[in-house]
């Protein structure tokens, strides 16, 4: 930001009394501009022993599979959010079960929530921003050609759960390499 989005002044890049980090702010009409971390809303979408991939028609990673998920917007919860992401992309419904996977990913701040989902049908085709779309089983996933870590990590978990038995909510944080850093145990 070089600009106040309040008055259009310049901001000049400070720590405010009583922070501790460097923010935008204005001299001329007292601003102090927040910039937080963008949430990613998204589904596993299931459709019985299938989940529903997506290929990107889009950059970052055009042309990779992922599950349906894009930025939350303002005024919807964030599984309004996962579900109105999986209308988009996939023009697929669903029916939100539950979070299952929380990422923080720091070094591009950003934060993923990964929902399990029901298909409600199998009405399902590519939106703008994908180039296909595909149900697919855990022998069918594209494990070498999935756009992003949180993917990745979130679909190992998923299936190692199928295999228990047993769905739980992960969290971690995805360090600048991919790397899944988990929480320490109490």
Known sequence: MNF??????????EIPP????????????????????????????EWDDRILLCRRAI???????T??????ENGE?????????TLEEANARVEILGLYALYNI???????????ARLLDLDFSPG??????????????????????TVRHTLRRYYSDRR????????????PMGKLREPSSP
Do not use: K
Request: aromatic share 8%; glycine share 8%; net charge negative.
């Open 4 to 13: 106040c989005s309040n008055c259009g002044a310049p901001v000049v890049h």
């Open 18 to 45: 009583d922070d501790n980090r460097a923010r935008a702010v204005c001299h001329a009409c007292n601003t102090i501009h927040y910039e937080n971390p963008r949430m990613v809303v998204g589904c596993i979408a």
């Open 59 to 65: 950059e970052p990673r055009l042309g990779l599979w």
């Open 67 to 72: 599950v349906p998920a894009g930025f939350m």
């Open 77 to 85: 919860t964030t599984a309004e959010g996962a579900a109105r992401e």
């Open 106 to 116: 720091p070094h591009i701040d950003q934060v993923y929530l990964l929902f399990r």
């Open 128 to 149: 703008a921003e994908t180039l296909e779309t595909r149900l697919v089983g855990e022998a069918e996933v594209p494990w070498d050609q999935l756009a992003f870590a």
């Open 164 to 175: 228990a038995g047993a769905y739980r909510t992960h969290t971690g944080t995805i360090e």
